[in-house]
């Protein structure tokens, strides 16, 4: 009793809580399930379920499996498939509102051309004419959520970045810069992060073959219509032709070897040959949120050139002080150089010698002398501060 009390509690150590919204009403629940549990739910590779671990740090990336997509945007991470959602870690502050969000979007019916399809037509298997599939409003969900939390951080980082800028051109000081500095490590690392998912949205949109993987609801649709057809033929003919057999065989080697692989594709392929459908929902539907991620991305250029305006204005009134500085030290130092000239005259009259000068009459002789000291270091100090602003030194 005590072992299997303990290997039950190991059990759910290994395990990790996820959220699953299903299609039906948007009903959510928490279960605590295993890796390889997960593996067989979605039939997604262990590879990809540690690209959605809380604790490892991934490049943002969606990807279509035969199964499901995985969806691993910034803070966004989900395994979304034909039929519910799998949110990891939703007891967590920052992912709970990911999975009310969820189950208030989906549990809402699906309105006809959601996702502005061409012609107001949808992909087949998404619940109605015209309506998007649920793999698609799930995946909205989660694009709208990951750049709308791009998009207010970048709009308070401007709110806090404009008036600190301002504040520091005007008022150069240690608590000003401090403040500058810790607005553009911030700027940095969002410009970083918003740029990961502008990235991966064109590198989705510029590949065929991965949106056609992510379409799920089809893709089931269609290997079930492939299905009915190979049984009414079976039906049809008791004793298969010899061409029938050697397909069935091939299909199912094709098979045996998807489930070595772990239960998905690495490109997303879909396991039914001529599986080819429309992308022209799906692409709209990324292009309007690449369109998004885009302005986000130009606001925070916009604010990057405006700390480097910033920066540039300050080097600029720093070198200008300098400046400044350097011209007094060469005012102050020929003001010396002159003055010490004078004290050297000074010291030639004061020596103790026998000049005529000095056996001459004294009235007013003291005052003479010594303005014209004065005078004479005055017009050599104002001469030379004439030459330096005519060589250019001075301004």
């Known amino acids: 009793m005590a072992s299997t009390t303990a290997t039950a509690r190991r059990r759910h150590a290994g395990a990790g809580e996820w959220a699953a919204v299903s299609v039906a009403g948007g009903a959510r629940r928490v279960e605590a399930a295993g890796k390889h549990q997960l593996m067989r739910r979605t039939g997604l590779p262990a590879r990809d379920l540690r690209a959605l671990d809380p604790a490892l740090s991934y490049p943002s990336s969606i990807s279509g499996r035969d199964r499901a997509v995985v969806v691993n945007l910034d803070s966004v991470r989900a395994v979304i498939t034909a039929a519910e959602v799998l949110v990891p870690a939703p007891r967590d ?9 969820l189950r208030a979007r989906l549990a809402a019916p699906p309105s006809p051309g959601a996702g502005g399809g061409k012609d107001g037509q949808a992909a087949s298997g998404g619940g109605g004419k015209g309506a998007l599939p649920f793999e698609f409003r ?15 951080e970048t709009c308070t980082l401007e709110k806090e970045a404009y008036p600190a800028l301002d504040e520091l051109s005007s008022n150069v000081s240690t608590l000003n810069l401090e403040r500058v500095r810790q607005i553009k490590m911030r700027l940095v690392a969002i410009s970083g992060r918003v740029q990961k998912v502008r990235d991966e949205l064109e590198h989705l949109l510029d590949d065929d073959v991965d949106m056609a993987a992510m379409h799920l609801s089809e893709k089931l649709a269609y290997q079930a219509t492939t299905a009915d057809g190979r049984s009414s033929r079976l039906d049809a003919d008791n004793e298969p032709s010899e061409e029938l057999n050697e ?12 489930s070595e692989g772990g239960g998905g594709y690495g490109n997303g392929a879909s396991a039914a040959a001529g599986f080819t459908p429309k992308i022209d929902e799906l692409e709209i539907l990324l292009e309007s949120y ?22 540039d204005y300050i080097n600029i009134m720093l070198d200008e002080k300098q400046n400044q500085l350097l011209q007094m030290g060469i005012m102050l130092s020929t003001g010396t150089l002159v003055v010490s000239a004078g004290i050297a005259v000074t010291g030639v009259f004061g020596m103790n010698i026998t ?15 010594t303005g014209g000291i004065v005078g004479a270091t005055a017009a ?16």
Do not use: H, M
């Open 290 to 311: 690449f369109v998004q991620t885009d302005g986000t991305l130009n606001k925070l250029n916009t604010l990057r050139e405006y700390v480097d305006d910033t920066e």
């Open 138 to 152: 799930a995946l909205e969900v989660c694009l709208e959520f990951a750049c709308k939390a791009l998009e207010q």
């Open 355 to 369: 000049i005529p000068l000095y056996t001459a009459a004294t009235d007013g002789a003291f005052w003479q002398v």
């Open 247 to 258: 397909e069935r065989d091939g299909e199912v080697e094709e098979e045996g070897g998807t």
């Open 93 to 101: 502050p920052d992912v709970a509102p990911l999975v009310a969000e």
């Open 380 to 395: 050599v100090y104002v001469v030379a501060l004439l030459c330096y602003r005519r060589s250019g030194i001075l301004q």
